[in-house]
């Protein structure tokens, strides 16, 4: 079976870290886990790395097209949809940011939905079919930020202790997979206030927000996630079905 594996983002040193590249970034990643390596290919405009995976799980073979678009977001699908053709690919997985989510979120859908993504909308009008899409939150959490969360709770909270104890509870979602990441209603409660009353992603403009380099806190825990993101994303390619049971996280 072909696959073709999407990750959106744009394109210069200056958006690397941005969180609109969250999907090149992944991309990159996982070339790096299987031992994959891009090379340009000009006519579609798009770095590609193949890799051969087969799958102990259901005894198959992937061939996989790693596709990082050289067009900027807004025109990805001027690059995906002819690689996609050309491969005969009979899947499409797409990587990209989710402003709606809040960071440390990871979500699977199959559906061709754009949720106004820019680059979603891009590919849409150049592909007539469903896809999945990995969507990573990169709305804004308070929880990792204890001295604006601090200005929001009671006084008698701490709050630099709940920051501490949901970044630890969420470490632990990562290594060991466990369901819940907010133990108790103290910090479900934190978690509705935050999204519905602090979340900075939906009041600021939102073409500054994605645009902007990732927090010192987001790139900690982005590290830490990096090894789980990639381990969904091998499951979304041989076991879908599973993969939103076994890692979806939930923070909305």
Known sequence: MNILVAGLGNVGQKYELTRHNIGFIVLD?????????????????????????????????????LVKPQTFMNLSGTAI??????????????????????????NYKETSSTAGHNGLKSINSHLSLPYTKLRFGIGFNILLYPELLSKLISSNIDAYKISEEYTQSYKEKLTNNTKAIMNGSEFKTLALHALKNANKSNHEEVANYVLSNFSKQELVLLQDMMPFVLNALLSLITSPQSTQNKYGINLK
């Not at 990643?29 to 031992?35: M, P, W, Y």
């Not at 002819?82 to 989510?101: A, M």
């Open 29 to 65: 990643a996982l070339a790096s886990k299987l031992g994959a390596s891009f090379s340009f290919d000009k006519k579609a405009n798009a770095l590609i790395a193949f890799y051969k995976l087969n799958s102990e799980t259901n005894s198959q073979t992937y061939n996989l097209v």
């Open 81 to 106: 949809a002819p690689l996609y053709n050309y491969y005969k690919c009979e899947r499409l997985i797409v990587v990209h940011d989710e402003l709606d989510l809040p960071f440390g979120s990871l």
